[in-house]
């Protein structure tokens, strides 16, 4: 089912994964336009789009999704919205007003902007964290969507993409205005990583401070499923296009999907090792402190910092919801997204795996230099 002549728009346009969808539906689509939503919206990205633009319109939409009058005006006669955008927070570092204000008000506007303007198709990026893991560290071993699992979400980001979620799931079949029925589904992607993500190059950067030695956080035995971020792209793709097909449109509705891809099961430290040894990155073979060490200091900490909140908000820089989630065996399926989207991993581990190296390659001189080292 091609998308061609559909007007799309994607939030969160010029970030990691936003760039990267915006992209593929120039390469592979003949959309009449894509509307760019961003907090600012540079305009080297779209010098960059030139190559592939073809007849496409690329419009700019620089505003805050808090803002119901600017997200109504960026849907209006639009058909499709991929909505991207969210604050992003692992630390619990950003106020809850804030992230709740972005990660769910924000979404709610967008669903609201999307019955007003007859937007008949909405594909929200979630996380696989609203999921958990649960303060127990309960496994989860190739989950599905089926799988049960008790979690009581701690973490600002992970409840509030959460509520967002269940907003948009809630909202399928919503009455538009012209008397249609909006149509939504939910992506639940997994660590996203490949060229331009900021974890990576952070993790990158702390292994330069340590003399090229990458810190370890995870057992080797916690092994989650990393996914490529072309592939989430691909995934987004299939979605719309799933939810215009007349013939799948009601069936997945209203549905969430867990998307990976074949990257090798690993720990999320040795994840790190693996696409920064060919640089020539060493790992640490033992955690940095036993667990139960880091809880505990994680518990000290926090406790300080709560005892601190009313005077100065002070971040730890590593907290116990954060270690559980570094040391919890989480790893999913993408076979029902496989069924009911026809998703296949475009990028097999190798090509994602060299593509990730290769970008690293050329943002390790600038970090040495940044960091002042040779």
């Known amino acids: ?84 955008a969210s604050i992003i927070d692992v630390n619990d570092s950003v106020e809850y007003s804030e992230i709740h204000g972005v990660n769910v008000k924000g979404t709610q506007l967008l669903l609201e902007a999307c019955i007003q ?34 979690c009581a979400l701690k973490f600002a980001y992970s409840s509030t993409k959460k509520e967002a979620e269940q907003r948009t799931l809630q909202a399928h079949s919503e009455v538009l205005q012209n008397g249609g029925r909006l149509a939504t589904c939910a992506l639940r992607p997994m660590y996203i990583y490949g060229e331009g993500c900021r974890f990576l190059l952070g993790h990158m950067s702390d292994g330069i401070k340590n003399k090229d030695v990458l810190y370890r956080m995870s057992r080797p035995e916690a092994l989650v499923n990393p996914v490529y971020v072309g592939n989430v792209a691909v995934a987004h793709l299939q979605a719309a296009r799933s939810l215009k097909d007349p013939q799948k449109r009601n069936s997945i509705g209203g549905k969430f999907y867990f998307i990976c891809d074949d990257t090798p099961p690993v720990s999320y430290s040795d994840f790190n090792h693996a696409v920064m040894s060919p640089l020539g990155f060493s790992i640490q073979q033992k955690l940095m402190y036993p667990l139960s060490l880091l809880y505990l200091v994680c518990f000290i900490m926090e406790m300080l910092c709560m005892m601190a909140r009313p005077f100065v908000r002070i971040v730890p820089p590593l907290n116990r919801q954060l270690v559980t989630m570094l040391n919890t065996p989480f790893s999913f399926s993408y076979q029902k997204a496989k069924r009911d989207l026809g998703y296949t991993p475009r990028y097999t581990w190798e090509e994602a795996r060299k593509r990730t190296v290769g970008w690293l390659a050329s943002e390790l001189p600038k970090e040495r230099e940044r960091i002042g080292t040779k």
Request: hydrophobic share 35%.
């Open 117 to 150: 303007e007859n937007v008949v198709s909405f594909i929200y990026t979630s996380t696989i964290e609203v999921m958990g893991p649960n303060p127990k560290g309960d496994p989860i071993i190739n989950g599905t969507e089926d799988t049960d699992y008790s």
């Open 1 to 84: 089912m091609s998308l061609r002549g559909e007007v799309c728009v994607v939030t969160g346009a010029c970030g990691f994964l936003g760039k990267r969808l915006v992209r593929l539906l120039l390469e592979e689509e003949r959309v009449a336009e894509i509307r760019l939503l961003d907090k600012q919206v540079q305009p080297q990205l779209l010098q960059t789009l030139e190559d592939c633009r073809g007849d496409t319109r690329l419009s700019v939409f620089e505003g805050d999704i808090r803002d119901g009058d600017f997200v109504r005006k960026s849907c209006r006669g639009a058909s499709i919205v991929f909505h991207i």
